[in-house]
């Protein structure tokens, strides 16, 4: 009888150890392992679908705007946001274009550029017009054009 139960110990043990450790490994893994590129909606949630870091960052990015600013922090918070977001789907688009994207997606991506970047620069114009202490450099479509990603950062 014992040795009927050490054998069972040691089957469990051949069985449970490889299984229990192949659980864990995966478990480890991050969701961008099972993200699937490229990006197909324009908003954090698709990308997110895609590139699961990426999104996740913009999906935080986007929580920090506020739409009607009342005073200077709240102004350049928001200010910031706005930059973080328009970078991370100019991002988007790079990573897109790295995984074979057709034109109609990357048109999704860059439809809506021009459109934040009037945002942005209505809002400079605010806090300048407030007078705002801490007033960043104005932001334009050639900053916009210098943001890059490398494959590898696709995540």
Not at 32 to 40: G, I, K, Y
Not at 117 to 128: G, I, K
Request: proline content about 5%; aromatic content about 8%.
């Amino acid at each position: 009888m014992k040795r009927i139960i050490r054998m069972m110990s040691m089957h469990l043990a051949v069985w449970a150890l490889p299984t229990a450790s192949a659980i864990l490994i995966f478990s480890a893994f991050p969701v961008t392992a099972f993200a699937d590129p490229p990006a197909t909606v324009a908003s954090c949630e698709g990308i997110g679908s895609a590139y699961s870091i990426l999104g996740t960052q913009c999906s935080n990015a986007y929580a920090k705007i506020n739409h009607a600013p009342a005073n200077a922090e709240e102004r350049l918070s928001t200010f910031r946001a706005r930059i973080d977001v328009l970078e991370i789907f100019r991002k988007a688009l790079l990573c897109n274009g790295m995984y074979g994207a057709g034109q109609a997606a990357q048109d999704r991506f860059r439809a809506q550029e021009r459109g934040h970047l009037t945002a942005l620069q209505e809002l400079h114009t605010s806090m300048e017009k407030a007078g705002d202490p801490d007033l960043p450099p104005a932001y334009t479509a050639q900053d916009l054009n210098a943001t890059s990603i490398k494959k590898a950062q696709c995540k």
